[in-house]
């Protein structure tokens, strides 16, 4: 089958507009999911689904107009039917296939897709059509009856292993933990101790093995309060969570451990054991402390040259003559923007925290938003001689929002591009309307994200550690960056594939 | 006559710039960088106005502040904290400043704060 359509029946013809709302409305009451991806855009951004389609994935459109499908396959990339859709997708033909996909939850689902292009008079393919249906149940009935047979006999011969497995598994987990283990007896005596606690304390097996814990070391851990948790666990099995302790230790000198403590029992083995998990945080505590350290400092020292700079910007304001050439107004004028958004770097940079907590106000005024983006793409293409940055596409749109804020993610998102790919020469910036959003995309061809970081490169601090060997610097950007999009009710996410560079796309919506 | 204003911060750039403006506005700016010469200085200039950051190293802005304040004839005398820090304003106001200023600030609210410092003083 193949839907083709005359250029005078487009649905957006306006005297065709009653039985637009009559088509929409019928498509909203399929049971099917219904998609429509536009061809003639990078990538074949969704520019419309219908309301089954967001009940059987649990997401809204405002999530996912202007993304691929893919995103439903989430990190279950390695699926023989995702290259069969590619391929008819390539060719303009029909496909049909049973693929799993994952709900806005993370749940599983099997996803009975149809896809089929359709085609304008003269032959291109302009659009593609997507049908879903969630087949889980079926599947799920086959598969239970394949596995129920086998997993039966898988049980009986687990059983009889397990017990003899879970002994050794214990030892071996206790033993390999990069964290120091005791087990002790219920009169707080150790049993054993791991390696790594051995290693910790600079302490032998002989002083440790046989003692009462309140006697190790120099008595470091005959604490009243620890005393009285560690003596409720069995009772009661309430852990001992996170309590620390802060002591001037022998041999290793005063050091900040942190204390978890669980009950543990192994059938027909034993019962009233505690295990308890010492974990040194010195360093890491030093290390948030000199965060906090360097965020006050920052700001100190920062502010001070800011505060002279922009006096002297206004005294240069007051003292020009009136007969001054534009030029010089212009750039003064320039300057003093400049100064001005410095300072609001500066200011987000210490907010950080507080914008964690939804607090940032955005000041929305209408502008150009194809003027903004061009004029980020030519400033940091000036900043860059070793990068072509190509922008396509328009929106033809006066944006209503915070120009300052978006302009910086615009910017965040093309400097990133430059300073992540620095073998390769091109970034592609494309801006389309896609349904009643714009989407913009930021496309390098540098080292891309793997699957794991592109769920971390979001969070607050986070680089990921390939990366961060390569361009140290702060990483609190695109947490920002998501945060501002997130405020403008839009939406900001990755696609990358590792090794062969990322797309980085935002949408906005229009109203 | 001319009102004396002392300023007291660390930064050189800030002091230059700040007399820059105070002098154009008639004001007989005397700056000093270092907080431990601000009480040789006092006793020099007698300023009827003292303008003061708060991180400096060894006498801050508002054990400056304070130290002033316990000396009878001082009681009074208009006390302006700038500061980038984020508890500036708490700090300032406990050690007894007459006002505080965040950095970066406008010089046309610096110059409404230091004017209307003057005018109550001088009432
Ligand atoms: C109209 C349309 C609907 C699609 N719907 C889905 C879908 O529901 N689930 C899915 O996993 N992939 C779906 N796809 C497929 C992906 O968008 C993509 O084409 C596929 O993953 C192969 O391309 P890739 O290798 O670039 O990821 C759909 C594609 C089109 C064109």
């Given at each position: 089958m193949e839907n083709t359509f005359k250029a005078d029946q487009l649905p957006r013809d306006s005297d065709n507009s009653i039985s637009l709302t009559l088509i929409k409305a019928a498509l909203d009451s399929s049971v099917s999911g219904i998609i429509i991806t536009d061809n003639q855009l990078p990538d074949n951004p969704i520019i419309y689904c219908n309301s089954s389609f967001e009940k059987m994935t649990g997401y809204k459109r405002n999530d996912i107009i202007g993304h691929n499908c893919r995103f439903l396959q989430a990190d279950d990339r390695q699926q023989p039917e995702r290259d069969k859709i590619r391929e008819a997708v390539k060719k303009g033909q029909n496909i049909s296939v049973e693929i799993r996909n994952y709900r806005k939850d993370g749940e599983l689902f099997w996803n009975e897709l149809y896809v089929s292009p359709i085609k304008s008079p003269d032959g291109n393919i302009t659009h593609f059509v997507g049908v879903q249906h969630d087949v889980t149940r079926r599947k799920k009935a086959e598969e239970d009856l394949k596995h129920e047979k086998q997993l039966r006999e898988q049980k009986i011969t687990e059983r009889t292993n397990e017990l003899n497995a879970s002994r050794e598994y214990l030892e071996s987990i206790v033993q390999t933990v990069r964290e120091s283990l005791l087990v002790l007896d219920p009169g707080l005596k150790v049993i054993s101790a791991n390696q790594h606690f051995l290693n910790t304390f600079k302490v032998s097996l002989s002083e440790t093995e046989d003692k009462s814990l309140y006697d190790l070391?120099?008595?470091?851990?005959?604490i009243p309060k620890l005393k009285e948790l560690l003596e409720k666990i069995l009772p009661t099995n309430n852990p001992v969570l996170d309590f620390e302790v802060e002591h001037n230790f022998p041999h290793i000198g005063r050091k900040l451990m942190l204390l978890n403590a669980h009950r543990i029992e192994l059938e027909g083995e034993y019962k009233d054991r505690i295990l308890l998990a010492i974990e040194d945080i010195t360093e890491r505590r030093a290390i948030e402390q000199r965060k906090d350290d360097f965020l006050s400092v920052a700001s100190h020292e920062l502010k001070t040259p800011l505060t002279t700079i922009k006096g002297y910007i206004q005294i240069m304001e007051r003292l020009l003559?009136?007969?001054?050439?534009e030029k010089l107004k212009d750039i003064i004028k320039k300057t003093a923007r400049h100064a001005d958004k410095l300072n609001n770097l500066i200011q987000e940079l210490l907010e950080v925290s507080r914008i964690q907590t939804g607090n940032i106000t955005l000041v929305k005024e209408q502008f150009d938003l194809d003027e903004m983006v061009t004029e980020m793409v030519d400033s940091l293409q000036a900043a860059s001689s070793n990068h072509r940055i190509h922008l396509s596409g328009r929106t033809g749109i006066k944006y209503r929002g915070d120009e300052s804020q978006l302009s910086q993610v615009v910017s965040n998102l093309l400097s990133n591009a430059i300073k992540y790919s620095p073998d390769s020469t091109d970034i592609d910036v494309h801006l389309a309307v896609v349904g009643d959003y714009v989407k913009l995309s930021v496309k390098d061809y540098g080292l891309g994200i793997s699957p794991a970081d592109q769920k971390k490169i979001f969070e607050r601090f986070y680089r990921s550690s390939e990366t961060q060997k390569h361009f140290p610097g702060m990483g609190i950007g695109l947490y920002i960056c998501e945060q501002i999009i997130k405020n403008h009710g839009g939406s900001l996410w990755v696609d990358s594939e590792y090794g062969k560079g990322s797309t980085f796309n935002f949408t906005l919506p229009l109203n | 006559m001319k009102r004396k204003i002392l300023i007291c911060d660390d930064d050189e750039g800030i002091l230059e710039m700040l007399e820059m403006v105070l002098d154009a506005e008639d004001y007989d700016v005397t700056t000093e960088?270092?907080?431990?010469k601000m009480f040789d200085r006092m006793a020099q200039v007698q300023p009827d106005m003292l303008i003061l950051d708060l991180w400096?190293?060894?006498?801050?802005g508002d054990q400056i502040t304070a130290k002033v304040r316990s000396t009878p004839a001082y009681q009074h005398l208009p006390i302006l904290i700038i500061s980038a820090s984020r508890d500036g304003a708490e700090i300032a106001k406990n050690a007894g400043a007459s006002a505080y200023l965040a950095k970066p600030f406008d010089i046309g609210d610096f110059m409404d704060a230091v004017e209307k410092l003057d005018t109550q003083s001088a009432a």
């Open positions: 070391g120099n008595g470091q851990w005959n003559p009136p007969e001054s050439s | 960088q270092n907080s431990l400096m190293p060894v006498l801050s």
